[in-house]
């Protein structure tokens, strides 16, 4: 027996040294005294920082994508008229120094930067931000490029449409000088401000459309503090030194390179090989590995996300308040989170993560309490239980790390109270068509903020006005929607606070849901890196961030 | 010879129209109005009506096939979706990279495996032949995704002797010309960028050359095991020739026709297991590019990504025949 774990061992060592040799053979020895690049590699001096992530940008212009990825780059190059600060949503000057709420916040006055060029060497002044402005709202304008295929999602959300809607928030833009404009808006808006801010209204230079037309997408030309380089589709995108930069100083990096490397692991073996210098999507699995690594560097990003479980409300028995109820009381979140997460996540009871306006802490969320469930059940009339489909995301989002093994904890939770669930999983982009068409029962899902506003949150998710659309509960609520849509035309912060935590008390009662979690994303770095510090919008400006 | 070449060529026309009509098929296999498809539920009528038109949706089903391989033909593989890009120019660097990869990787399958393949049979029984049959048989069992991690675990992390990633050193990137690489980094005379794409080149290869690399070392002895007992060895052996020279020259020649069908099958198994080693390794090769694509619901790309792997599997298969040809001049071709 011996002899054999021996042989087995030698058979072992002779694969790995074949593996070796193999390399040698075909001319391809890797020599020590010469692995000086590829891994660990010197910079001489010149300030490279290469950030990873999971997937590419789809394009360079701001207004044109939603996603994530695209934003995390946009934010280098294209600044907005207001800006947040590094760590939360509290908003800060950006490309406008100053503003004024005038007419009981139907008019904004914003005072410009006046010492700022776009990349190209154009100025930057008010005609530029009307440009851009028009440029998003007006379908008619030329280059709006609706023929193009280019659409302004954002947008159309968070200004109530486009021009000529009924529901456009915004009047008119007007030039008061070259450095001062007033947005006149139909009716007041509370997000307003914090709409400014988001990465999707970077300004950009008006004359790199008459140079690019639409190819600007992958030509943008901003003020921010990187200029852009190249873009090798899928692999890396290259940002270098604005070195007109109007913030004296900065930016301490050269060069900023957002490396694609799809697969969570390869990407932190890239990292702990020093291939690169900063990563997104941590394994939560990994988390103690670099815990545990000198060399290494957590980050948590602030919760700002909530994952949950919708019922589809239109569809019995779903459409019955009490079993909605208790299927709540069936689900074990918790455990949920200690085995999925990591305890990276914190119970969610809100759809709002914790900390945002309108937050009600004051609910207290259904607890785990399977015998209530089922007298519940059995009170709504379904002693015996029902069958239904649990729709289960096929990706991993940043609220929803195993989606597959989430579904399977809730599906066993569901079984504890009689209730069979039989999950399923579609392709991803046919997964949001069909939740959005109501062929689900139940199903799986999330969303992340962008701008730190309740309104994004609620309205988006929970309004009947977003039906169809982002509302697949299919949740109608007058009084809900009424408070939602109040509370975004409410400038007192206080009363919209109220609104907000009224309605919130409300969709609690009537569970559209069951609130999963609020996930910390987690994101991993080298300890060359200084002055990193991670945004909840998962898109942070990298101005301050030096490499040693 | 020259007259079973033109056979040869002839008859791929009958496979490139089939190809042809698969891939053209794919946006009308999916259920729905193909415009609706590829532009989602969210598209305007004008969208839709516009992209109709400018697919030429709205001409009859022969003249649509007609104007898409008119296309093919004149190398313009459509518009990305997702992207606005010219398909055609836009492949270009992730086949380059995919083609490296695997020219690469069959490169060391076909060296060590024929090399290993030989030696056994030449020692056959002995301890060397054990352990390489025992290494090919693990070979062919082991994953690709496995053997992968594994590398990327001890050259990259343990070692640190090889990158686990990308490739090329993202900090200094190589001026593309042709977008191979090897080609560019000579180009620009920088021999250390060529030895840095070497070194990013090795652990992928190996990875996606093992199967391959083991399939055809067991191939090569048992062909080599026969060719050896055969009287004309034994009459080289008789006449006193050196060693080398009967097993290189008169047994490889003989035992090479079977390993070359394998060479040529692996040629095309290689281009799908390239999928999971460019996943692994964030190789920005065809297969990111077309599963991207599939996630994206970009239908113009995985059209022409299919396409063209498909194509490429047929040109493979071509040269392996047309090498037959030149190998074995006894096979007779009228």
């Not at chain 1, 982009?429 to 139940?442: F, P």
Request: aromatic share 10%; with cysteine; net charge negative.
């Amino acid at each position: 027996m011996k002899k054999r774990i021996f042989m087995l061992l030698m058979l072992t060592l002779a694969l790995s040294l074949v593996l070796v040799a193999c390399g040698e053979e075909t001319g391809t020895t890797p020599d020590e005294s010469d692995n000086d690049e590829g891994n660990n590699e010197e910079t001489s001096g010149d300030k490279t920082l290469i950030f990873a992530r999971g997937g590419d940008s789809v394009s360079l212009d701001p207004a044109t994508t939603t996603d994530g990825e695209t934003s995390r780059v946009t934010r280098q190059i294209f600044e907005s008229l207001l800006e947040f600060e590094a760590d939360s949503f509290e908003v800060k000057p950006g490309l406008a120094t100053d503003y004024e709420i005038l007419d009981d916040g139907q008019r904004y006055r914003l005072e410009l930067r006046e010492d700022v060029q776009f990349h190209d060497g154009t100025d930057f002044n008010a005609d530029a931000v009307i440009f851009n402005f028009e440029r998003w709202s007006d379908p008619e304008h030329p280059h709006h490029y609706a023929d193009e295929g280019f659409t302004y999602v954002f947008y159309g959300n968070q200004f109530g449409g486009f021009k000529g809607d009924e529901d456009h928030i915004i009047e008119s833009i007007e030039k008061i000088d070259e450095y001062t404009i007033e947005f006149v808006l139909k009716r007041p808006s509370a997000p307003f401000l914090q709409n400014l801010a988001m990465s999707a209204f970077g300004i950009a230079s008006p004359q790199s459309f008459e140079e690019h037309g639409a190819d600007v997408i992958e030509n943008p030309v901003g003020t921010g503090p990187f200029v852009f380089k190249s873009w090798k589709r899928n692999d890396t995108i290259t940002l270098e030194k604005n070195e007109n930069y109007w913030q004296e100083g900065y930016p301490l990096l050269d060069t900023v390179i957002f490396q694609v490397i799809p697969d969570n692991s390869a990407r932190f073996t890239a990292l702990m090989a020093g291939d690169i210098d900063l990563m997104d999507g941590l394994n939560p699995d990994d988390v103690t590995t670099v815990e545990a690594d000198g060399n290494l560097e957590l980050y948590k990003r602030a919760p700002n996300n909530v994952g949950y479980l919708g019922f589809n409300t239109q569809k019995a028995p779903f459409d019955n308040e009490q079993v909605r109820v208790a299927m709540n009381h069936a689900v074990n979140k918790e455990a949920l989170i200690s085995a999925l997460y990591r305890d990276l996540g914190v119970t969610a009871k809100n759809p709002l993560p914790p900390g945002y306006l309108g937050y009600n802490d004051t609910i207290s969320e259904y607890e785990y309490d399977p015998e209530k469930a089922k007298a519940l059940l059995a009170e709504a009339g379904y002693e015996d239980g029902f069958e239904f489909e649990l729709w289960t995301m096929p990706v991993a989002r940043p609220y929803m790390p195993d989606p597959q093994k989430a579904a399977e904890a809730l599906q066993a939770d569901f079984a504890e109270v009689g209730l069979t669930a039989k999950v399923i999983s579609k392709e991803w982009a046919t997964y949001l068509d069909e939740t959005q068409q109501g062929l689900q029962d139940v199903y799986m899902l999330g969303w992340s903020g962008t701008n730190g506003d309740p309104d994004y949150f609620v309205n988006n998710l929970l309004s009947a006005d977003a039906i169809p659309g982002g509302n697949r509960s299919f949740y109608d609520n007058e009084e809900v929607t009424a408070l939602f849509n109040d509370a975004v035309e409410e400038t007192d912060v206080d009363a919209r606070d109220a609104m907000y935590q009224q309605a919130l008390e409300i969709v609690h009662q009537e569970a559209p849901w069951i609130p999963l979690v609020h996930n910390t994303p987690v994101l991993a770095g080298s300890d060359r890196v200084i002055n990193y510090i991670p945004h909840p919008s998962t898109s942070e400006v990298l101005t301050h961030v030096d490499v040693e | 010879m020259l007259a079973y070449i033109i056979r040869r060529l002839l008859l791929l026309i009958p496979v490139l129209i089939g190809m042809s009509i698969v891939t053209f098929a794919i946006i009308y296999l999916i259920p729905g109005n193909p415009a609706q498809t590829m532009l989602g539920e969210q598209a305007t009528e004008e969208s839709l009506a516009q992209l109709e038109e400018s697919l030429g949706l709205n001409e009859p089903l022969y003249v649509q096939y007609g104007l898409y391989v008119k296309g093919i033909v004149q190398g313009d593989l459509g518009t990305s979706l997702r992207t606005k890009n010219d398909i055609t120019e836009e492949m270009r660097p992730y086949l380059a990279a995919t083609m490296e990869l695997t020219l690469f990787a069959m490169i060391f399958a076909v060296f060590v495996g024929v090399n290993a393949g030989i030696l056994s049979a030449w020692k056959q029984n002995s301890w060397f032949d054990f352990t390489s049959m025992f290494i090919a048989l693990i070979g062919v069992s082991l994953p690709v995704f496995f053997l992968a991690l594994l590398e990327q675990w001890y050259f990259a992390h343990k070692l640190q002797w090889l990158p686990a990633i990308g490739r090329g050193n993202a900090r200094d990137p190589i001026e593309t010309v042709t977008h191979f690489h090897l080609i560019d980094s000579l180009l620009a005379g920088r021999l250390d960028q060529f030895w840095t794409t070497i070194k990013h080149l090795m652990l992928p290869a190996v990875a996606l050359g093992t199967i391959p690399m083991a399939i055809i070392a067991r191939m090569t002895r048992s062909s080599m095991l026969e060719v050896m007992r055969s009287d004309f060895i034994r009459t080289a052996k008789a006449k006193g020739a050196h060693q080398l020279i009967v097993i290189y020259k008169h047994g490889l020649r003989n035992a090479v026709i079977p390993v070359l069908t394998v060479v040529g099958l692996q040629v095309g198994s290689l281009l799908g297991g390239a999928i999971l080693t460019e996943t692994i390794f964030g190789w920005p090769g065809m297969g990111r590019y077309v599963y991207d694509a599939i996630a994206n619901r970009d239908y113009p790309v995985i059209q022409s990504g299919i396409l063209v792997i498909a194509f490429i599997f047929v040109l493979v298969n071509l040269i392996v025949d047309l090498l037959y040809a030149y190998v074995d001049p006894r096979i007779n071709y009228r």
